[in-house]
């Protein structure tokens, strides 16, 4: 069997990106998954956290329900448990925290994690590794891989889907915009 051509957008992340570039690129990604009220984080004494989300309404004003965790590590694991450990700590009004790391993590592992976690700590923990950003990057928002990684995707039918949605266009926008592409 051939094998699969290796993916320029992960030899990027994995080789050509520094980590303040790294948290820029997971921010907007994030965002673009609905995070819409995601705040970047500092660069130091960040108490863990790398980005939070924050809604002002008065139920929420004693602090942010979701904390954010960026990792291009090696040792992630170690990473993400000290971290939880300081953000539990630190803001008790953290629900759920979303852990992007640019390595890859198995679904067994990831399982564990969750359910460690929630018993452990009582967050609930959402974890994206390496196939997220190929997948994201290579099909959905190819404009973020050129930002952030300075690689050239082909946009697919996943990218116009993408567009469609976020944009909220309508049929006949859709008929003008893939007019020269194929089914």
């Excluded at 590590?73 to 448990?81: F, S, T």
């Excluded at 852990?99 to 460690?116: A, G, N, P, Y």
């Excluded at 990684?149 to 949605?165: D, I, K, N, S, Y």
Aim: proline share 6%; glycine share 6%; aromatic share 8%.
């Amino acid at each position: 069997l051939p094998m699969a051509a290796p993916s320029p957008v992960l030899y990027a992340l994995h080789h050509s990106i520094e980590p303040q570039g790294f948290e820029n690129l997971c921010s907007d990604l994030l965002v673009r998954e609905g995070y819409s009220h995601l705040v970047p984080g500092g660069k130091s004494r960040d108490h863990g956290r790398d980005a939070e989300l924050r809604y002002w309404i008065e139920s929420d004003k004693q602090g942010p329900r979701f904390a954010f965790q960026f990792s291009m590590e090696q040792r992630w694991e170690a990473k993400l448990r000290k971290d939880i450990r300081k953000i539990t700590s630190k803001c008790p009004t953290i629900e759920k925290i979303v852990f992007v790391s640019s390595r890859s993590i198995t679904v067994e592992k990831q399982d564990k994690l969750r359910e460690q976690f929630c018993t452990d700590f009582g967050v609930l923990v959402e974890i994206y590794d390496e196939g997220w950003f190929r997948i994201r990057l290579e099909e959905s928002h190819p404009d973020l891989a050129l930002k952030h990684l300075q690689v050239e995707v082909e946009p697919t039918p996943g990218f116009h889907a993408a567009q469609v949605a976020m944009c909220g266009l309508r049929d006949e926008n859709c008929e003008q915009m893939l007019r020269h592409s194929t089914p």
